[in-house]
């Protein structure tokens, strides 16, 4: 529990202070120290709606929910293959 | 079963509520954006006491900003002298009909590369009149985006240079009319056949924006049995610094995806 806090306080701080991909590249590497990362879909989600643009000429398509959803969906199997508790 | 239950409700809310989530993310990330920004100026600060070679990068960066202040003010200049005739007719006829111009200032609280998609958040909203389509200036009046989402508080700047848009411009004293595409990181390409192709350091002009230029050529790639040269440019003021921005609440400027190739202007 400590560590999805620590984990999710790192993503929060790096989400706002460092460039966007910074924020991706933890969200990722957090599938693989945390058990069941389902926050990464949250994350992902976040970042099209505070980043994407909607509404107007541009419509982003919802990339980081999206992917956020590949990537825990894969990381399941993933994790078992690679035996990290 | 408990993603499931994360995205359904995810998507309900935003799809009840569609601008809350951005509020309240907008709101937590005011003060890291405080943060951030006097974070990045303490520690330039120092390393311009502690260090030689960083007290002179320092100074190069901010003699090469007013560098490119001062060469948008001659470019401004040169074509008001070669349209001033023109302008006064223009101006004597426009101040007839067009209603006057209205500005808002805004802070970036968000900017590349700390965002993706070549866009900018803004400290102003709806509240100060801004509604979607106004175009967004720098502080030199280039003239770089425009409002994509509005808010009451704060606004999506999408700008030109943002992959996937095109603007049409004038590119040099020949006046050659193209279509420029957004690269990302402030900078424009586009395709000019060699007979017309512009020289290094000719101004770029959105028609509607001028005699402020929208950037300066910077490189003209074309082989010897090429049609067209691929011109390249940038805005005059490096994107990833500016602090402030400049919004006409009075205008409307619609840019269109490159999907169609077109970029039109309205007058409101």
């Known amino acids: 529990m400590k560590q999805?806090?620590?984990?999710?306080?790192?993503?929060?701080?790096?989400?706002?202070?460092?460039?966007?991909?910074?924020?991706?590249l933890l969200a990722v590497a957090s599938l693989f120290i945390v058990k069941d990362f389902w926050e990464i879909l949250v994350w992902g989600f976040a970042f099209d709606i505070f980043y994407g643009l909607h509404g107007g000429a541009h419509d982003t398509f919802y990339w980081g929910t999206t992917i956020a959803l590949i990537l825990y969906a894969a990381s399941v199997p993933i994790r078992k293959r690679i035996s990290i508790s | 079963m408990l993603v499931f239950f994360v995205c359904v409700l995810l998507v309900a809310i935003q799809w009840l509520f569609p601008s809350a989530f951005f509020r309240l993310l907008y709101t937590i990330s005011t003060p890291f954006s405080a943060l951030r920004d006097a974070?990045?100026?303490?520690?330039?600060?120092?390393?311009?006491?502690?260090?030689?070679?960083?007290?002179?990068?320092?100074?190069?960066?901010?003699?090469?900003?007013?560098?490119?202040?001062?060469?948008?003010?001659?470019?401004?200049?040169?074509?008001?002298?070669?349209?001033?005739?023109?302008?006064?007719?223009?101006?004597?006829?426009?101040?007839?009909?067009?209603?006057?111009?209205?500005?808002?200032?805004?802070?970036?609280?968000?900017?590349?590369?700390?965002?993706?998609?070549?866009?900018?958040?803004?400290?102003?909203?709806?509240?100060?009149?801004?509604?979607?389509?106004?175009?967004?200036?720098?502080?030199?009046?280039?003239?770089?985006?425009?409002i994509e989402e509005v808010f009451p508080s704060s606004a999506k700047v999408v700008l030109f240079s943002s992959p996937g848009t095109a603007v049409n411009v004038t590119v040099g004293?020949?006046?050659?009319?193209?279509?420029?595409?957004?690269?990302?990181?402030?900078?424009?390409?586009?395709?000019?056949?060699?007979?017309?192709?512009?020289?290094?350091?000719?101004?770029?002009?959105?028609?509607?924006?001028?005699?402020?230029?929208?950037?300066?050529?910077?490189?003209?790639?074309?082989g010897p049995t090429d049609a067209f040269a691929l011109v390249s440019f940038s805005y005059p003021e490096n994107i990833f610094e500016m602090s402030f921005v400049t919004i006409d609440t009075s205008r409307h400027f619609q840019v269109t995806p490159t999907t169609t190739h077109e970029a039109t202007s309205t007058r409101q």
């Open chain 2, 173 to 222: 004293n020949k006046k050659f009319e193209t279509t420029a595409q957004g690269q990302g990181g402030g900078d424009f390409t586009m395709k000019i056949p060699v007979s017309d192709a512009p020289k290094q350091g000719d101004a770029v002009y959105i028609p509607t924006f001028a005699p402020t230029p929208l950037g300066v050529v910077e490189s003209i790639s074309a």
């Open chain 2, 39 to 146: 974070i990045g100026g303490e520690i330039s600060s120092i390393g311009t006491f502690v260090s030689s070679k960083g007290s002179l990068a320092a100074k190069n960066a901010e003699l090469e900003k007013d560098l490119s202040a001062i060469n948008v003010q001659l470019l401004s200049m040169q074509a008001l002298e070669s349209e001033n005739q023109a302008l006064k007719n223009m101006v004597a006829s426009k101040q007839a009909t067009a209603s006057p111009a209205k500005y808002t200032f805004a802070a970036i609280t968000e900017r590349p590369p700390f965002s993706p998609y070549d866009s900018l958040i803004i400290s102003s909203g709806s509240a100060e009149g801004i509604t979607i389509g106004n175009p967004v200036m720098s502080d030199d009046g280039t003239a770089i985006g425009t």
């Open chain 1, 4 to 24: 999805r806090v620590l984990v999710n306080s790192a993503i929060l701080a790096s989400f706002f202070l460092l460039p966007w991909w910074f924020a991706g």
